[in-house]
């Protein structure tokens, strides 16, 4: 028996509830049936999927192995699903996007501001993760399309679009620090202050080292780390922090509202983004408007 959509379902329900009977609840199954299928997929692999336990069942590392092809046969079942009533007219479609923290409000939410104008009808699921995350969303199918920092290396992802899409990365200030208000500030200043940033490991946090030590200088260690921008602009807002935040591209977009760029010529970076979807299977009608929506939001000589 081949990984179909029902035993995929039956795999995916027993390793979420643990339990053969609660997976059959949630599957609408007798037990026996649910079992039948279960020893089907398992004598077609020729493994076990399943330890059985007293306490219920446990995957094994071959089910663990197998777990995230199952997410992907059930996940295309449903995205073919709800393409033929989006062409049957019986729904308008649900895209799911997901996207590093600073190209959400700048690039997303934007576009899909502009695209419900003409599609007030298509429904959007928003997530917002570090790069890694959104990579592991694309493949197991939990978001349909994805923008992150460029590249991704993957054999089962590729480009949505050819194009690059950017923004541009300053030091911010509340207008109240020493360092701000001065025509330029060098980089051996700024080493010496209190940062705010996201957490050592994250893309952002390695640049900013980098460009110091590129310079032969150790900056101190960030005063706080924190992986949300919400929480970095507050923290900068309140205290003598300098940030590094992406410039507002919207005029609506207070990005950087109670702060003032701070004029560090070595920390101004002009980042590069990609919008990207899984290399196989579909991309939904409405998730292909975004990305032209996007486009023309980023892009708009190429509109």
Not at 253 to 260: N, T
Request: glycine share 6%; hydrophobic share 40%; aromatic share 6%.
């Amino acid at each position: 028996m081949t990984l179909d959509v029902r035993s995929a379902s039956v795999l995916l329900e027993c390793a979420r509830h643990g339990s053969l009977g609660r997976a059959a609840i949630a599957l609408n199954m007798t037990q026996p049936a649910l079992t039948r299928t279960l020893k089907l997929v398992e004598a077609s692999y020729g493994v076990q999927l399943f330890e059985r336990t007293t306490r219920g069942v446990v995957l094994t590392v071959y089910g663990e192995a197998l777990l995230p092809y199952a997410r992907l046969v059930v996940s295309e079942v449903a995205n073919a699903e709800d393409l033929i009533r989006q062409m049957r007219g019986a729904s308008r479609g649900v895209v799911r996007i997901g996207g590093v923290a600073s190209v959400v409000p700048s690039f997303i939410v934007t576009a899909i501001a502009r695209m419900r104008e003409k599609h007030p009808d298509v429904r959007f699921q928003i997530v917002e993760e570090m790069e890694d995350l959104l990579l592991e969303g694309l493949k197991s199918g939990d978001i349909d399309i994805a923008i992150s920092p460029e590249p991704y290396a993957d054999d089962e992802i590729t480009l949505a679009t050819p194009d690059t899409l950017q923004d541009d990365v300053h030091v911010y200030a509340r207008p109240s620090h020493p360092l701000a208000g001065r025509e330029q500030v060098s980089l051996e200043e700024v080493a010496e202050a209190d940062w705010v940033l996201p957490p050592m490991g994250t893309p952002i946090a390695k640049e900013w080292y980098r460009r110091f030590h590129n310079r032969g200088i150790e900056p101190r260690q960030p005063a706080i780390a924190s992986r949300s921008i919400g929480v970095i602009r507050s923290a900068a807002q309140i205290q003598d922090l300098l940030c590094w935040l992406p410039e507002p591209r919207m005029p609506h977009e207070h990005g950087s509202e109670g702060l003032v760029k701070i004029a560090v010529p070595e920390l101004q970076w002009q980042r590069s983004f990609r919008i990207y979807r899984r290399r196989k299977g579909i991309v939904p009608p409405p998730a292909s408007i975004l990305v032209q929506a996007i486009r023309e939001l980023a892009l708009p000589e190429s509109a």
